[in-house]
């Protein structure tokens, strides 16, 4: 089965980038050599507040681990998905009840019932997108080092 495109432009992609800086990444892996490892970590170093997301874990990167989104005491604007699609439209309905701007579902996944969920809910849904190869191409991969104003 092919994945339909999301519909969203590289503006589109590009202002979720730099407007929302608060992600909650489900499925956040302590596996070093999984994208649900590395690409959050990416993002901490390119200056986004990460918060993990996996029941598995008390802790990522010396991050306090939610064992789900509506577990975490503050807001959130990004929900960055790590896990196969058939568990997506949970995570959908979850973000759309923490009032999350955008969800994001990473390379490879897509659940036709999780995006009428998110975008019903208000939300901005990417999806089959990484969201570290779309920064690294529409912003770039320079580290994050100066404080500017979000």
């Not at 499925?27 to 649900?36: F, N, Q, R, T, V």
């Not at 008390?58 to 503050?74: A, M, Q, T």
Request: aromatic share 6%; proline share 7%; charged share 30%.
């Amino acid at each position: 089965m092919s994945i339909p495109h999301d519909g969203l432009s590289d503006e589109e992609i590009k202002n979720v980038l730099e407007k929302y800086r608060v992600i909650a990444v489900v499925g956040m892996s302590k596996d070093p050599m999984k994208p649900g490892h590395y690409v959050p970590k990416f993002l901490i170093r390119h200056g986004y507040k990460i918060i993990p997301v996996n029941p598995t874990v008390d802790e990522v990167l010396g991050l306090k681990s939610y064992p789900s989104l509506n577990e975490i005491p503050e807001d959130v604007e990004v929900v960055d998905v790590f896990r196969r699609p058939e568990h997506t439209p949970e995570v959908a309905e979850e973000a759309v009840k923490k009032k999350a701007k955008v969800l994001w579902l990473q390379e490879g996944i897509y659940n036709a019932q999780a995006v009428e969920i998110a975008k019903n809910g208000g939300l901005i849904v990417v999806w089959n997108r990484c969201i570290m190869k779309e920064h690294n191409r529409l912003i770039g991969s320079k580290p994050y080092t100066t404080l500017r104003k979000l």
